[in-house]
Each structure stands twice: as C-alpha cells, then as structure tokens.
C-alpha cells in the first residue's frame, strides 16, 4: 500500500501509532475477499464528488458496514476546514494525511469504545484511497475561492458566502453537537466618509476594516465583503457567546487599527450576531443578524447586539 499517510502518536510511546488501546469488544477482521470488495467499492464512491462534506459521507457510510464507528473527524488548517461527519465520541484513531511531501489535513475516526490494533490495522488498509479524492476537492476547492474574491478587500464575496452558508448550515442540520454563528458588521457613518474625504479614501476604509477582520478572527472562520461596507463572518463550531466574544474583538480593533488621515472621529462599525436555530435557508439567518445589526444602530452605532430566539420564535423558523 502507498505510504499515503502518517498516524499521530497521541497517548502511546510509540513514534507511529495512534492514541487507541485494545477495545472491550472482539473485532473479526474481513477476509481478504471483503477488504478487496471495499476497496472497490470505496475507490468507486470516494471519485464520484468533489464536496469535502460528501467524500466523509460516502467513507463513513461504507465503513461503518465493517466497523462500528460514531463519526469521523476532518481538519486541515491550510485550508480551513474544521468538519464532523456523524457523532463525536470519546476513543479516536487519528491520522495525518501526506503525500509527497504534502500535507493535506488529519482524520480521525470516532466512536465511544477504543480501537484494537486489529481495527486499526483494518482502518489502514483502506487510508490510501482516501487522500486523492481529498486532495482533488482540495484542489476545487481552492479553484473555486479564487472565483469568490471580492477584488477590493481580498475577502471572499457575496456569492462566495451564499455557498458557504449553505454547506454549514447544512453541516448544522445534520449534526446536532455543531454549532453554527454568523455576524453582520457595518462601518458607521461609511457615506459621510465618502462625501468628505472621496471614494478612494473610503476604499482604503473598506480595506482596513477587511483586514482587522480577517486578522481577528480564528482560522476556522470565513470573512466575507456582504455589500458596500457590510462584511459578514461566518463561525463554525461557535455559539451565541463565543461569536459575540469575537464581534467585540473586531470592534475594538476597528478604531485602534483602521486609520483616515485628517479625520476628527475614530473609524467604527456596528455588529450584529446571531446563532443557527434551524433556520430554513441562509437568507432567514442573515435577516436575524441583520435586525440586531439594525438594533445596534438604533442604539448609537459602535456596539454589539445579539439576537435572542424566543421559544415563540423558534416555533415559526
């Protein structure tokens, strides 16, 4: 088998090992005959789609026909990507994801009991058909963002964040332990900028503000430019609490950092948060950031407003 990959030494001495011990349970290793007939069938699956989301589908479902497991664990920092497929558990067994030389990310399969060194010999046996269908959508990936730039910021644009928003509200939607929260950020009195100091100087505005933002937030997050000076940042794995922890961040950033030469009164913006309840679509979402950002402003611009499903509410989503 092509040495595809590296597993993590996490919990063990050992150098190439990972962090899982002999499980509870007796675990009958496939024949021959059944591991070649997964392979194929995985080689098969695995090449049919280039959604990171759907290739973690496809191999938790076939593997899970040969070895129980809860869920399986995706990141891969150069990229941002932070993903569950299934439950989270207790026991994992981890693996770095290299090829010549090229790091494409760590999985980690999850369940409640430890893997045995048989399973995870059985495990092994089939990583290698899973880096290059990972790698392609990478790839993709990747050649899709450079298509969603807004040229002015550098940030991913509108179109970009319909996508984006979709996949992890999606992502939500299947698995309950994912939280999902977005903020909506508009930089105070952005027109009078634009009839004092000219456009040109309020685009340099508008890529300040996208700098503060993207260099404020964790790696996992999304930035995006929403429309004129609106920006949007869409926070994976984040509750209510930790995104109005990171909108505060970015607020206090924006006047300390963002500067207009000749200009009496700080740069600043409002912001406005909300969490994913099951919202039907990406738009009703947006629209609860969006009244609280309306909130913000009603309040004096400058602040950070939340916005509090109520049970009432919650039935109507």
Request: aromatic letters at 8%.
């Amino acid at each position: 088998m092509p040495s595809s990959f590296t597993q993590s030494s996490i919990g063990r001495s050992s150098e190439n090992s990972v962090f899982s011990s002999v499980s509870s349970f007796a675990f009958e290793a496939p024949s021959a005959d059944r591991i070649q007939a997964l392979r194929l069938q995985l080689a098969t699956a695995l090449q049919t789609s280039l959604d990171i989301d759907q290739i973690l589908t496809l191999l938790h479902r076939h593997l899970k026909a040969y070895l129980p497991i809860s869920g399986i664990h995706y990141v891969n920092g150069d990229a941002m990507i932070d993903t569950y497929i299934g439950r989270s558990a207790k026991h994992r067994c981890q693996y770095q994801l290299n090829m010549q030389k090229q790091a494409f990310g760590d999985i980690s399969f999850v369940r409640s009991k430890r893997f045995s060194e048989q399973e995870m010999a059985f495990i092994e046996s089939i990583m290698d058909l899973v880096i290059f269908p990972l790698r392609n959508a990478l790839k993709y990936r990747e050649a899709m963002a450079t298509a969603m730039i807004d040229p002015l910021t550098g940030l991913n644009n509108r179109g970009a964040m319909a996508i984006t928003l979709e996949r992890e509200m999606e992502r939500a939607r299947r698995n309950e332990d994912q939280d999902l929260s977005i903020i909506l950020i508009d930089v105070d009195h952005f027109k009078s900028i634009n009839d004092r100091y000219g456009h040109l100087a309020g685009d340099d505005i508008l890529r300040q503000v996208a700098r503060v933002i993207h260099t404020s937030v964790r790696r996992c997050d999304v930035c995006f430019r929403y429309g004129g000076e609106e920006f949007l940042i869409c926070l994976t794995n984040s509750t209510l609490e930790l995104a109005r922890s990171v909108a505060e961040r970015v607020r206090l950033a924006i006047p300390d950092q963002v500067k207009l030469a000749d200009r009496e009164r700080p740069v600043t913006a409002s912001f406005g948060v909300a969490h994913y309840e099951g919202e039907a679509d990406w738009p009703a979402l947006v629209n609860r950031a969006d009244q609280a950002l309306f909130s913000a402003k009603d309040q004096g611009r400058n602040c950070v407003v939340t916005s509090l499903v109520t049970e009432q509410d919650a039935l109507s989503l």
